[in-house]
């Protein structure tokens, strides 16, 4: 299994960027994709999930209402719409896929629970 994340770069804030994630590999009808991030020196955190069969989506509070997390089936690919991107957005972003349904959406936030890993994209946002 692969995941190749891609579309970081540098922004100026209140900028935009789209990240994606292109699984490889497998099937993925039944998994959960979520994205992390992780800035220098801080601990990775968790920003968005989506499950592959029923669209459901979580978010985390810092980046609610302005990052949106999509898939295209048919491209094995997910997506990471930045909208009104901040400095303190700026950080390394992770592709993660986690086998299994997630009944409960919070979970998607634990990042123990993923099996795959994609590489990271920069993501650099000035202000």
């Known amino acids: 299994v692969q995941l190749q994340a891609s579309g970081g770069g540098l922004v100026q804030a209140g900028g935009s960027l789209r990240l994606s994630c292109a699984a490889s590999?497998?099937?993925?009808?039944?998994?959960?994709m979520g994205w992390f991030r992780q800035a220098p020196g801080k601990e990775r955190e968790f920003v968005a999930g989506?499950?592959?069969?029923?669209?459901?989506?979580y978010y985390a509070d810092s980046v609610k209402g302005r990052f949106a997390i999509s898939r295209d089936n048919a491209k094995n690919t997910v997506y990471l719409q930045m909208n009104s991107l901040k400095p303190e957005d700026t950080a390394v972003y992770y592709c993660?896929?986690?086998?299994?349904?997630?009944?409960?959406?919070?979970?998607?936030?634990?990042?123990?629970?993923?099996?795959?890993w994609g590489q990271g994209t920069l993501v650099t946002v000035s202000s």
């Open positions: 989506i499950s592959w069969s029923d669209h459901s989506t």
């Open positions: 993660a896929a986690r086998s299994g349904a997630v009944s409960f959406l919070p979970l998607m936030a634990l990042s123990g629970r993923y099996d795959y």
């Open positions: 590999g497998r099937t993925f009808s039944s998994y959960v």
